[in-house]
């Protein structure tokens, strides 16, 4: 069975500091890693997907296969980047059809 | 468009009641989804709608838990008898095509077992 794990509850950092959310997952096949994230009072949305190799709003995320990792970066933090961010993976190849997400991270950027 | 709604958006019960919450998926995605977001815990994958097929429902915690979703859209996520573990928010999401595709959530039904 597949797993994702974020080894961190919480990570504080300051405004204008890199920011690194780790995620790390087991699965035998070939996966398809996502992040999601959720702002405060807000419904919890899409902020990435390795497969689109895309940075949205200053973050990206690298699937290292030989790592087993997706961890999420950012050079410089900003306030606004405060919220709980889950990292999910898509088992393909598998018949399961649903995601399975990590503990979320709670990061917050202080100012 | 709208998007996925949810209700209620609080719900207060007794130990032992059973319990209703409802998601409106957005119109035309054919994938559905619950999830239980504890304190702590993530997100754990509860029920899967997918079209006319069979539910996924691997991820339902005990036969306490049931859902359905009636003419592919409304879905509705029973809890009988509920216990005080049972308190998480409930999230429902749903997906145009299903599998890796963009889930789209609600904003969730907060339920307290008292």
């Known amino acids: 069975a597949q797993r994702v794990t974020q080894p961190e509850k919480l990570l504080s950092v300051f405004k204008g500091a890199p920011v690194e959310l780790k995620c790390n997952y087991s699965?035998?096949?070939?996966?398809?890693l996502f992040w999601y994230v959720q702002y405060s009072r807000q419904r919890l949305q899409l902020l990435l997907r390795?497969?689109s190799r895309e940075s949205i709003k200053g973050f990206t995320a690298d699937l290292n296969k030989g790592e087993t990792s997706f961890h999420l970066k950012k050079p410089f933090a900003q306030e606004e980047d405060s919220a709980m961010y889950y990292c999910?993976?898509?088992?393909?190849?598998?018949?399961?059809?649903?995601?399975?997400f990590g503990s979320g991270t709670r990061l917050q950027v202080q100012p | 468009g709208a998007g996925v709604s949810q209700s209620p958006s609080n719900k207060v019960t007794e130990k032992g009641k059973d319990v209703e919450l409802r998601c409106d998926p957005i119109?035309?995605?054919?994938?559905l989804y619950w999830y239980r977001q504890s304190l702590g815990q993530g997100l754990e994958f509860l029920i899967y709608?997918?079209?006319?097929?069979?539910?996924?429902k691997s991820g339902l915690p005990s036969d306490r838990f049931s859902a359905e979703r009636t003419g592919g859209s409304v879905s509705t996520l029973t809890i009988q008898r509920t216990q005080q573990e049972d308190s998480a928010v409930y999230l429902c999401?749903?997906?145009?095509?299903?599998?890796?595709?963009?889930?789209?959530f609600g904003p969730g039904t907060r339920l307290l077992v008292l």
């Open positions: 999401a749903s997906s145009q095509m299903g599998g890796k595709e963009t889930q789209y």
């Open positions: 699965y035998s096949g070939s996966p398809e």
């Open positions: 390795h497969i």
């Open positions: 999910a993976l898509f088992p393909a190849g598998t018949g399961r059809r649903a995601l399975t």
């Open positions: 119109s035309g995605h054919t994938a």
């Open positions: 709608f997918q079209g006319n097929s069979a539910p996924d």
